[in-house]
């Protein structure tokens, strides 16, 4: 298993194309080969977790604690570019998220988890606004998260195999680490939830790795691109979670309907209309309303399925109760046959912040995606990489619809709000550096529409 390892890192370090990437790192860039993403991924990947006093901690908490203030003043200095709209939306989350929780909770019992949620949330999106600013950081950033993935494929194959977690169960000989998770077998296997507190988590973060793969390290045009990419969607599966599968079928739709309409003009607003038009048919034709039949066809069994609707019901209810600041942390109204989690991370953020909350957290995922769809003239790499991320954000964004974040999960995904900003500061491929003579080729065969989103 370690030489299967081995062999997939040496894989991704070849696969990533970085000849534009060190033209542009030959000039002098805050953050271009910063070794603390490398560190930031390497935390994510650790199970560990301790205290302070009351406090608890894990090794990515201490990486964001400690980058939190130079990356805060870098940020309001304008030495990692603009203040744009998405800063704001995440801004305003985490005050927002502070707010709620002192408030219901009280200074003494709500200061605590409002600082980990500002850390969170606004420390995670400044680290990549400050140590993503070009081409060559977001390349490097997406090789570590690749590394990361393949490194527990054969832990999470093996998991399958004999249903022990063995990651946590080393580093439990010697840390305290997450309890390993209650799962029953699906397809004759067991669910693998390697370093994750969740199979599911294990499975939503992988997942994040499959469009990025394959947009950053070439694989419509190399087979070494092809085959990590086949991996990371192995790997995905090994959590045998319905959300995490779902969010690699929607990034393979996407990148599907990018490789067959590249000459269709507007072609992703067609797309948008196309799957408005058919929400408004399910939700007219059907007896059940268009979620409830999303949730029955997106679960392993009618059980999870029933669960997961009445969650949904009673959980907007408690937001149609609390609307401005939510409940916080406390316990939402339910039956007590309803389990106590709410597996759905937009729904949990309405419930527990109220609809403030998720407004300004929805709208730091809108207005990074829509607003990197709008931008023109970008390089061929450039507009590869934004595609890249805008579809594997929207495979995350539709799969927890059916899971909630928390933890390193979460902080990956803010995290990766905020390591496409750079994009809005590049015109013309300036950031890039000189193009390669293959981009140039590449691009020309694409026509205009393959350097642009809509």
Request: a positive charge.
């Amino acid at each position: 298993m370690a030489s299967i390892a081995a062999k997939a890192f040496l894989v991704v370090e070849k696969s990533v194309p970085f000849g534009a990437g060190r033209a542009a790192g030959a000039r002098k860039q805050s953050g271009r080969s910063s070794p603390l993403i490398a560190l930031f991924f390497f935390a994510l990947g650790m199970p560990i977790i301790f205290y302070l006093g009351s406090v608890r901690l894990s090794p990515y908490r201490l990486v964001l604690i400690a980058t939190f203030i130079p990356c805060l003043f870098a940020w309001l200095f304008g030495s990692v570019g603009r203040i744009r709209l998405p800063d704001i939306f995440i801004l305003m989350a985490a005050i927002w998220g502070a707010i709620v929780l002192v408030h219901v909770h009280g200074v003494e019992a709500g200061l605590q988890p409002a600082g980990i949620f500002v850390i969170e949330t606004l420390g995670s999106f400044l680290l990549a606004r400050r140590y993503i600013r070009d081409v060559f950081a977001f390349q490097r950033m997406v090789r570590w998260l690749v590394v990361m993935v393949l490194v527990l494929l054969p832990f999470a194959v093996y998991e399958n195999v004999t249903g022990s977690p063995i990651l946590i169960q080393l580093f439990g000989q010697i840390f305290d680490v997450h309890a390993i998770a209650p799962k029953q077998p699906r397809l004759g296997l067991a669910r693998a939830q390697a370093i994750f507190e969740h199979p599911i988590l294990f499975g939503v973060v992988c997942s994040s790795a499959f469009a990025l793969s394959y947009y950053v390290m070439g694989a419509r045009t190399r087979l070494a691109g092809r085959f990590i990419t086949g991996l990371v969607a192995i790997t995905v599966f090994t959590s045998l979670s319905a959300g995490a599968l779902l969010s690699v079928a929607v990034q393979s739709i996407l990148i599907g309907w990018d490789k067959l309409t590249v000459r269709v003009v507007r072609r992703w607003v067609i797309l948008g209309a196309i799957t408005i038009a058919a929400y408004i048919v399910v939700e007219t034709v059907s007896n059940r309303s268009a979620f409830e039949v999303f949730i029955s066809y997106l679960t392993f069994n009618a059980d999870q399925s029933y669960m997961r609707i009445h969650i949904w019901h009673y959980g907007t209810e408690s937001v149609i109760r609390h609307p401005i600041f939510g409940i916080g942390l406390n316990e939402w109204e339910r039956p007590e046959w309803l389990p106590g989690s709410i597996d759905n991370f937009w729904l949990n953020t309405a419930v527990t912040y109220g609809v403030t909350g998720l407004f300004f957290l929805g709208g730091a995922f809108f207005s990074v995606c829509f607003g990197l769809a709008r931008l023109r003239n970008l390089s061929f790499q450039i507009a590869e990489f934004r595609k890249g991320l805008v579809i594997s954000l929207c495979g995350i964004a539709v799969a927890i619809c059916t899971v909630h974040l928390w933890n390193a999960s979460y902080v990956l995904f803010i995290f990766l709000l905020g390591s496409g900003m750079w994009m809005f500061e590049v015109r013309h491929g300036v950031s890039a550096g000189r193009p390669t003579e293959r981009s140039l080729i590449q691009a020309r065969s694409f026509g205009k529409g393959g350097c642009k989103i809509d």
